[in-house]
């Protein structure tokens, strides 16, 4: 057992390490890329980033942006101290401005899925070929960029219709807007019920390592080691596994910024992607 004296030294040490990073900055942003509306996302990021902030010390604030290429460009731009990316973005912000990978989702792999209406006669993916397709945006991991790949590995034309949001694919498909969108499993199985009644998957494509959530370059290491402290602490807690299931999330597991590496093997281009570097 450690001595008192000993274990006093280290409290007091951790104390003078929290008050030296709250006179450094009193608040840090955590960036969430908009795959779903900006008040849902609120709704329910703020009570994980509550209790991230209670367990670690460092206030984190919620923060997102109107759409995903704005969200882009403030990644390029370093602006968010933390941020909830998806694979490709990572890859690419990771490479520049030096986004450092912090953690992931526990256990989570992400795949892209194409939905119909549950009524369609689409059976299969080549039953697509040559209509408009909806796709959030460009550069959306799953619900785009692993889509698109799998119709021209089949050689089959189709046109994209972007629009913005991972919600506005799944409605857009069930107001007959289009034939059929991309999504992923996650923001499918977070939607209003409602609407996920009137959809069917029709293709999943293979699994890959799942969004990032990563610092920018800069931030202090010690803060880096405390909030990642708090994520592992509240992966423990059954009162807290109940807030991290409204984002999706098992639990948090430490991330390397290697463990991208088999999203990095796609080759996938900023242009193919129309990504903001």
Known sequence: MAHPLRRLCAALLLLASAGAVCAQQTSYTFGVVPQESAS??????????????????????????????????????????????????FVVYHAKPGYRALARAKGE?????????????????KDLAGATLAFPTPAAFGATLLVQAELHRQHLPFKAA????HNSVY?????????????????????????????RVVWTSQ??????IATRPQLDPAVRS????????????????????E???????????????????????????????
């Open 40 to 89: 849902q996302l609120a709704a329910n990021w703020s009570p994980v980033l509550a209790a991230l902030s209670d367990k670690s010390g460092i206030k984190l604030s919620f923060a997102t942006a109107p759409d995903v290429p704005t969200f882009e460009r403030r990644l390029a731009a370093g602006e968010y101290d933390f941020a909830y990316m998806n694979p490709y973005h």
């Open 171 to 199: 409605r857009g498909v069930v107001k007959g807007l289009y034939p059929a969108g991309g999504g992923v499993p996650r923001t499918l199985d977070l939607l209003d019920p409602d609407i996920s009644r009137e959809l």
């Open 162 to 165: 972007f629009v913005k949001s």
């Open 207 to 212: 699994p890959y390592t799942s969004h990032a």
């Open 226 to 245: 405390r909030v990642l402290a708090a994520m592992m602490q509240i992966s423990l807690e059954p009162a807290q596994l109940k807030l991290l299931a």
């Open 247 to 277: 984002i999706g999330f098992d639990g948090f597991e430490p991330a390397q910024d290697q463990d991208w590496d088999d999203v990095r093997r796609l080759g996938i281009s900023p242009a193919d992607a129309r990504i903001q570097e």
């Open 109 to 125: 792999r992400i795949r892209g899925v194409l939905v119909v209406r549950k009524d369609s006669p689409v059976r299969e993916m």
